[in-house]
């Protein structure tokens, strides 16, 4: 069992940078694969960046290439997104998922088994 607890979403202006945490806890969360998810109002959610178990990264989205990057302290059990460059389009809540498996998936929500409660981020001037 795994829980996951997002924190570091707020309100920041176009051009801004944010650093998303995940703090996970369980028995299991070094052998995770862990991603970032995003769900924007009326829209699906949708796959941001993956971070395997040995800390290779995978992206999901085109569109955050360049600006968006993730990164994990499995002694801390953290997962972070740093976004750089946002844009009023990266306004979404944001979610950390974990699968089990030590690589990361495909980008579909129902490839991951754990769940945090989202984190809001509004870009806007």
């Known amino acids: 069992q795994l829980q996951l607890v997002e924190s570091g979403g707020g309100l920041v202006q176009p051009e801004g940078s944010l650093r998303l945490s995940c703090a996970a806890s369980g028995a299991t969360v070094r052998s995770s694969s862990i991603a970032w998810f995003r769900q924007a109002p009326g829209k699906e959610r949708e796959g941001v960046l993956c971070?395997?178990?040995?800390?290779?990264?995978?992206n999901y989205a085109d569109s955050v290439k360049g600006r968006f990057t993730i990164s994990r302290d499995n002694a801390k059990k953290m997962v972070y997104l740093q976004m750089n460059k946002l844009k009023p389009e990266d306004t979404a809540i944001y979610y950390c998922?974990?699968?089990?498996?030590?690589?990361?998936?495909?980008?579909?929500?129902?490839?991951?088994?754990?769940w945090g409660q989202g984190t809001q981020v509004t870009v806007s001037s």
């Open positions: 998922a974990a699968r089990r498996g030590l690589y990361c998936s495909r980008a579909r929500t129902d490839e991951y088994d754990y």
């Open positions: 971070i395997s178990a040995g800390g290779a990264a995978v």
